[in-house]
């Protein structure tokens, strides 16, 4: 069974930390994304990566970045986190094309205190 | 904390009716489409896909339905269940080399 795992369910951080959220997927997939999703906002792209060492921003990159040292391993940074960064960050993964269908992760449900 | 759901349109339908889903697309080139569910607390998950080249697709209890002419995606569920209850959404390829998504439909289903 293919599988998009995150390193956390729920974070709860306090506004000015360094904040890392890890994703793993373990079908050899070449390219990984990281959204937020906000009630009545949907899912909006923050970086995305199609191959070891690449990124590319999304549509909202401010305040955030992005590692990819390994290709199953897709980490998302906050250097100073903010309140207005409380949100659900969803990691995803696909194969081929970087718009065919991407994978989900259960989601990070973070809260900026 | 608070549901993906809220400020979302709202479907509320019957134990063992169908469902119909609408989405309207923006991008007229666009040549993918996909079906995501999202249950309570967990990530999207794939329903069905449809390329362009395509205007109907069947799954188990699901229906895909594409009118490239108005731009329009609509998902069909079958003999719906209490476990179909759920935020839909839609995403397309604009060209960009990304998936577009749709802000989402909640279903609820009546027991």
């Known amino acids: 069974d293919v599988k998009v795992t995150q390193s956390s369910r729920y974070l709860v951080k306090r506004t000015g930390e360094k904040v890392f959220l890890e994703c793993v997927q373990d079908m050899d997939h070449e390219n990984m994304f990281w959204y937020r999703q906000d009630p009545g906002l949907g899912l909006r792209l923050i970086y995305f990566s199609y191959d070891v060492k690449m990124k590319e921003k999304g549509d909202i990159p401010e305040g955030y970045s992005v590692s990819r040292e390994k290709k199953e391993r897709f980490s998302l940074i906050l250097e100073s986190a903010s309140t207005n960064q409380t949100s659900m960050y969803l990691c995803?993964?696909?194969?081929?094309?970087?718009?065919?269908?991407?994978?989900f992760g259960p989601g990070t449900r973070l809260t900026v205190l | 904390g608070e549901s993906v759901g809220l400020h979302l349109p709202t479907l509320s339908v019957q134990e063992g009716d169908n469902s119909i889903i609408n989405c309207a697309y923006s991008n007229s080139a666009s040549d993918y489409f996909i079906w995501y569910k999202q249950e309570s607390g967990k990530g999207p998950q794939f329903i069905i896909d449809i390329r362009s080249n395509m205007d109907k697709r069947q799954g188990q209890r699901v229906t895909v339905l594409l009118n490239k002419t108005v731009k329009h995606l609509s998902l069909q569920i079958a003999a719906t269940q209490p476990g179909d209850s759920a935020v839909y959404f839609c995403a397309e390829t604009p060209g960009n080399n990304r998936l577009a998504f749709g802000k989402g439909n909640q279903v609820v289903v009546i027991p």
């Open positions: 995803a993964s696909s194969s081929g094309r970087a718009s065919d269908e991407q994978f």
